[in-house]
């Protein structure tokens, strides 16, 4: 980053500081009543950190040295906390666990629960940018312009989400969608592509309000995406199916089967995030499964149309071209989301730019962008001979499915998020006590 960058950055911040200075004193006043512990010396904010403690006090920060001379990261504070938890007072640990209530409850979770509560914000070979573990709303949506590890992660769902909303607009004048049953499913389609980025942004821009919050703004993403892959089941019913399929078994029962996968992606993807720091390794394979199984199903009829399908009756078109890109991509998205690369190669490295989770945003929004067009060109191109092959049922039960799937998805969240709060109290990785940084030790 250029010198004259960093001081415009610098700047801005200085700027924002200075007027969020009054609320930031209350919030820590409210902060340290909320949660029984000292609220954050001076020098961190509830937002991103202002200024670091000078180099020579942040031997435990390690690479937490910002990069940018002006973003203190985070990192000092899980550091610094699991020093006190598995270091320093690792001796202390043990009383700590079996202490008077007063000092158990003053110590949050106690030694384990505590290391375990902070590691929820914690990403495989991203060691700086974290913004505070208990932001407030205010400093979560400021602190999306300023540069740290989710910042990017932000703006790749949240600039899509304008970009898919104009399309939306402007195929609104070419598309009939109140009167012409026919596209129906396309429109129920488009409403999800919009609502998933949407939502991921908005995950991930408030995720570090607590660690409740954090799981919360999940469960809604996992929802989302789960209804987004049955909005790929409504346009590939309606439109993508082989000639040879279109009154078939599958093609009858292929949208109410998809959002019954709906509510399965849903209830495993949550689920997973209850497995997160015992066993990081169930939970992983756990959420990959829960993406994985409803794409397969969706894909079934573009598998066969690309692989297997070869003269009349396989729909073979211009839209291929578009349906093989945007398969290429998801397999692209999902390779980023399980290998974790390239951070898990050069920890620290790509902290701010560059690291899996952007590129997975990058290539599943470019992926929808690929099955966009080439529904649209499925859709207008066989509409004659669908509409009079196709049977009626599959176009007009669209917002009866989307409905239930809706109800039933937000249910379930409601479900999961019932839990989560149920057990926080007797499941320490589950608690929201994040501790408040301590003030950096003298040497
Ligand atoms: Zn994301």
Known sequence: MS????????????????????????????????????????H??????????????RDEIGSSQTQSGLLCTHTHIFKETAASVTGNAHNKAASDLQGPPSTSRRQGLGAKGLFL???????????????????????????????????????????????????FLVL??????????????????????????FTSSCA???STMSTHAR??????????????????????????????WVNGP?????????????????????????????????????????FMYPFLFDNIPLFYRLLFCFGDGCAWNDSIAGYFYHLFFAALTGFLFASHLPERLAPGRFDFIGHSHQLFHICAVVGTHFQLEAVLWDLRS??????????????????????????????LLATFTAALLRSAGGVSILQSNVPEAEPPKEK
């Open 3 to 42: 010198s004259l960058h960093l001081s415009s950055w610098r700047r801005i911040l200085s700027v924002y500081l200075c007027l969020n200075q009054a609320s930031r004193g209350q919030r820590l006043k409210e902060l340290s009543q909320d949660t029984d512990v000292d609220p954050p010396p001076s």
């Open 44 to 57: 961190l904010g509830v937002g991103v950190v202002h200024h670091c403690p000078p180099a020579g006090k």
């Open 117 to 167: 509560s902070l590691q929820i914000f914690w990403e495989d070979g991203i060691i700086s940018g974290y913004r505070h573990p208990k932001s407030s709303a205010l400093d979560c949506v400021l602190s999306s312009f300023q540069m740290n590890n989710e910042t990017i992660n932000i703006w790749t769902h949240f600039l899509p989400t304008w970009y898919f909303l104009w399309r």
């Open 172 to 197: 609104s004048y070419s598309l009939d969608f109140w009167g012409d049953s026919y596209s129906w499913p396309f429109l129920a389609y488009m409403s999800l592509v919009c609502l998933y980025p």
């Open 204 to 206: 991930h821009m408030f």
């Open 215 to 244: 799981h919360i703004c999940y469960f809604l993403d996992y929802g989302a995406l789960s209804l987004y892959s049955l909005g790929c089941a409504f346009t590939y019913g309606a439109y993508a199916m082989p000639d040879c």
């Open 250 to 290: 599958l093609h009858r029962y292929f949208v109410p089967t998809a959002a019954f996968n709906s509510f399965i992606c849903t209830s495993l993807s949550c689920y997973s995030r209850f497995l997160e720091l015992e066993c990081p390794r169930v939970s992983k394979i756990l959420r990959t499964v829960a």
């Open 382 to 411: 066989r509409r004659a001979w669908l509409s009079a092959h196709a049977p009626v049922a599959i176009f007009t039960h669209t917002f009866a499915t989307l409905g239930a799937a809706l109800l039933g998805n937000l249910a």
